[in-house]
Structure formats: C-alpha cells, structure tokens
C-alpha cells in the first residue's frame, strides 16, 4: 500500500517584507553607505497600545477593545492592569485600563501593510504622519479611532476609541530610522 503526499506550495512572504527585501536594502545601503546588508537598519516590531482610561467606569469597554484589536492585529492582545492607585482618577491598583499587543515577523508585515495600504487613506483630513522620532529610531504615531481599519465593522462598534502604533527599528539614529520607515511607504509630510 502507497501513499501519495503532496507538497504545499512555499508561502509567499508578504508584500512588504518582500520590498524591504528587494529594494529598501539597496537603497539604504546606497544612501547611507553601508558596507555590510546586516548594517541596514530593519523593522524590528511594532506594539499596538490602546489605552481604555474609562474602563474604570465601564467594564465592558475592555471587552470591546479587546474584541477591536484581536480583530485589527490578528492575534490577541494583553489587559494592561494599573500598577499603582490614583484617587483623583477613581482608579485602584489591579484595574484593567488598557490592551497592547506586540507583532513581529510575518504578521507585522501583514499589519504595516494593511496599515499603509487601507487604514492611514480613511483617515479623515489627512496631510502627512510628523517626522518626529523617539532619538533612537523609532516612531510612534497615534490613531484617533480604531474605525480606520477595514476588519472593524462600524455597525458593531460599541465604543470609539483611539490607540498608538510604535515601530521599534534596529536604526542606530532618527534620520536611518525615517529613512526605513520613508523607503517601506509611510506617508510622512514633506
């Protein structure tokens, strides 16, 4: 008795992955003379943090950001707990005030993708990202509402709520740092 077994196709890398491959590199090692292509600066991961202050007053806005970014990152997040008290917040030590999430390989590709391509053009009145940097080459930006993305359903939407995206890169400076995140399609003003 013989089996016969077929081999899957290779998976694709994503699309981005791919073009920080086949055209960042170069261009990098272009602009900034890297001698070695271990040298050019690359997308380490990218956190996702949406801080749910109210859910002090409401337990369920937990829940439903929870739902939210499972929904947007494609896999689940952490509760983020309050690690001390603060009277004039109402907020006691232990308290869920928040979810973050942090991506890597193929899934952050996937999300900088989805992220560049479908939710930074629905967002309302846009002019360009700031070119701001943390000092050490890495950027976060904030989102108003997690509605810019297509996975969330604006119908079901029970609570608006806005979250940060952090890129944590390997560039040793601001300028390699927005010259990756400039060379992978981040809308940045001019």
Same mark, same amino acid.
């Given at each position: 008795?013989?089996?016969?077994?077929?081999?899957?196709?290779?998976?694709?890398?994503?699309?981005?992955?791919?073009?920080?491959?086949?055209?960042?590199?170069?261009?990098?090692?272009?602009?900034?003379?890297?001698?070695?292509?271990?040298?050019?600066?690359?997308?380490?991961?990218?956190?996702?943090?949406?801080?749910?202050?109210?859910?002090?007053?409401?337990?369920?806005?937990?829940? /439903? /950001?929870?739902?939210?970014?499972?929904?947007?990152?494609?896999? &689940? =997040?952490?509760? &983020?707990?309050?690690?001390?008290?603060?009277?004039?917040?109402?907020?006691?030590?232990?308290? /869920?005030?928040?979810?973050?999430?942090?991506?890597?390989?193929?899934?952050?590709?996937?999300?900088?993708?989805? @992220?560049?391509?479908?939710?930074?053009? &629905?967002?309302?009145?846009?002019?360009?990202?700031?070119?701001?940097? *943390?000092?050490?080459?890495?950027?976060?930006?904030?989102?108003?509402?997690?509605?810019? !993305?297509?996975?969330?359903?604006? *119908?079901?939407?029970? !609570?608006?709520?806005?979250?940060?995206?952090?890129?944590?890169?390997? /560039?040793?400076?601001?300028?390699?740092? @927005?010259? @990756? @995140?400039?060379?992978?399609?981040? =809308? !940045?003003?001019?």
């Amino acid at each position: 008795m013989t089996t016969t077994t077929t081999k899957a196709a290779p998976k694709q890398p994503p699309r981005r992955q791919q073009m920080y491959r086949e055209q960042v590199v170069a261009a990098l090692r272009k602009e900034f003379g890297y001698p070695n292509p271990m040298m050019v600066p690359r997308l380490n991961k990218i956190v996702i943090n949406m801080g749910v202050g109210r859910a002090v007053e409401n337990k369920n806005r937990i829940e /439903a /950001a929870n739902k939210d970014l499972t929904a947007i990152a494609g896999q &689940r =997040p952490m509760i &983020r707990k309050s690690r001390g008290a603060v009277s004039g917040f109402k907020l006691r030590e232990g308290y /869920a005030i928040g979810v973050a999430v942090t991506l890597r390989g193929a899934r952050m590709w996937e999300f900088l993708d989805r @992220l560049i391509a479908l939710a930074i053009p &629905r967002i309302r009145d846009f002019r360009g990202l700031p070119t701001k940097l *943390d000092g050490r080459g890495n950027y976060t930006m904030g989102l108003s509402e997690q509605s810019v !993305f297509p996975e969330i359903q604006l *119908d079901k939407v029970e !609570f608006v709520q806005g979250m940060d995206v952090t890129f944590v890169t390997t /560039a040793p400076t601001d300028k390699e740092g @927005l010259a @990756l @995140l400039t060379h992978l399609g981040m =809308p !940045f003003r001019k």
